[in-house]
């Protein structure tokens, strides 16, 4: 797993290297690889919808980096996940690929996450709390789908009642139970990872 961040690295200088080498332990740089393999992964658990949208895992993954992980962690993780994509990986939302995808009427939502893992663990608190972590994770999937509606509306020319049904409303729901979801089960997922770098 540790091919994904040193793939990721490749094109660095010695100087960001080491520094990359100094600041984070090799077990937090295979459990941050881990789950960037498991965050690319989850781009391919989706379901069709008939607007051509893609309801997937990968908000739920991405949620449950950033209650699990510190800040400069679940960033760096997110932003590896978003750098293969653009180079050409298909690991955007149901397996799209490269730059471009950013910038087009979908490309929005997959931008907020990069702001999802910056914001939310530090939201979180150091004493983790299930309600308190469950209220910040609902208030991040709702400006996640915010974001990418408002993307949606510019890049397709539509008006709020255009676009709030297929880019929020098709979405929102769902999205609120993975939050809670990922908000109960991250304590376990702390467990085993402090647990590991021991």
């Known amino acids: 797993m540790k091919w994904i961040m040193q793939k990721s690295v490749k094109g660095l200088g010695e100087n960001e290297k080491n520094d990359i080498g100094n600041k984070y332990s090799t077990k937090e740089l295979a459990t941050m690889a881990l789950f960037t393999a498991f965050l690319c992964v989850s781009a391919y658990i989706s379901i069709a919808l008939p607007n051509g949208t893609h309801i997937t895992f990968l908000n739920f993954m991405i949620t449950l980096i950033a ?15 978003l750098l293969l994509g653009c180079v050409g990986v298909p690991v955007f939302i149901a397996g799209n690929a490269g730059l471009g995808y950013l910038f087009t009427a979908w490309g929005g939502y997959s931008i907020a996450f990069v702001f999802v893992s910056i914001f939310l663990p ?28 408002f993307q949606l509306m ?45």
């Not at 209650?67 to 996940?81: G, N, R, T």
């Not at 972590?133 to 999937?141: C, E, I, N, T, Y």
């Open 67 to 81: 209650l699990v992980f510190p800040v400069s962690q679940s960033f760096m993780i997110v932003l590896v996940w």
């Open 122 to 149: 530090p939201l979180t608190g150091k004493k983790y709390h299930r309600v308190r972590a469950a209220f910040f994770a609902v208030l991040s999937v709702i400006f996640v789908d915010l974001f990418g509606m």
């Open 154 to 198: 510019y890049v397709q020319g539509l008006s709020i009642a255009q676009a709030v049904i297929p880019g929020f409303f098709s979405f929102i729901f769902l999205d609120v139970v993975k939050a809670v979801t990922a908000a109960w089960v991250a304590p376990a997922f702390r467990n085993v990872i402090a647990d590991f770098r021991k």
